[in-house]
């Protein structure tokens, strides 16, 4: 069956423009969970939605940055005012459900968007 | 909130057995342990889950102490495709009863012939 699925696989923006990723999780999954990961390192946590509940935005860096996620599936999170520090391939994953947001549950990885602002 | 350790890197040779570990001092009650797997320009993908003891899979054994503050990949007889970055995961201790997701910082694996 198919993966989790993201769009568009590279963007190119010029630095105070707004960018939208989008992320399709797997079919079924309820949990869908945003990452950063800068150049040569780890992966940084961002959001993440458990089914149709408010997600958790905390993990967000700034007020620049808002995710939605419609109808419990598609994800979209925003970038607004962009900054060269935001620079970075963000990652999206799903599984099939998440218990408070441990890690218990496997998490399918897409492929990411590699997000450069110059 | 909790913090993992792993080596940066590490090198290894074909056919090799190779053990990465992880350190984890505030692991959660009811956590788990993942590890996953990331090749270049791809997302992470899971190898092998454990709470305790020993996991094993077709693919690599965890060994889990019972305090359960670190935890052992090990993967049997590496190949060169096995070159990848490797990350432990585990729940964070944070209250308000969320959990956040954190990744090791990674052990980047270079397997050569």
């Known amino acids: 069956g198919a993966g989790v699925s993201q769009s568009p696989s590279n963007k190119v923006t010029e630095k105070g423009k707004d960018v939208e990723l989008r992320c399709d999780p797997i079919s079924g999954h309820t949990a869908l969970y945003w990452y950063r990961q800068s150049l040569g390192q780890g992966l940084e946590f961002l959001i993440y939605f458990q089914g149709n509940s408010a997600p958790d935005k905390s993990g967000l860096p700034s007020d620049r940055f808002s995710a939605e996620r419609t109808g419990g599936s598609v994800s979209t999170l925003t970038i607004q005012r962009t900054q060269q520090e935001d620079s970075a391939v963000y990652l999206c994953a799903s599984s099939l459900e998440a218990t408070s947001g441990t890690s218990t549950d496997t998490q399918y990885f897409g492929p990411g968007t590699r997000l450069t602002v110059l | 909130l909790a913090k993992t350790t792993q080596p940066i890197s590490m090198d290894s040779y074909e056919g090799q057995e190779v053990n990465i570990t992880c350190s984890h001092n505030?692991?959660?009650?009811?956590?788990?342990i993942t590890w996953y797997q990331q090749f270049p320009s791809q997302g992470p993908r899971f190898i092998i889950q454990g709470y305790k003891t020993k996991v094993t899979n077709e693919v690599a054994s965890l060994f889990i102490p019972a305090d359960r503050k670190s935890s052992t990949l090990s993967l049997p007889r590496v190949s060169l495709s096995d070159t990848a970055v490797y990350y432990c995961?585990?729940?964070?201790?944070?209250?308000?009863?969320?959990?956040?997701?954190?990744f090791g910082a990674g052990t980047r694996l270079a397997v050569h012939p």
């Open positions: 995961l585990v729940g964070d201790t944070g209250s308000g009863g969320y959990n956040k997701l954190i």
């Open positions: 505030n692991i959660a009650t009811n956590d788990y």
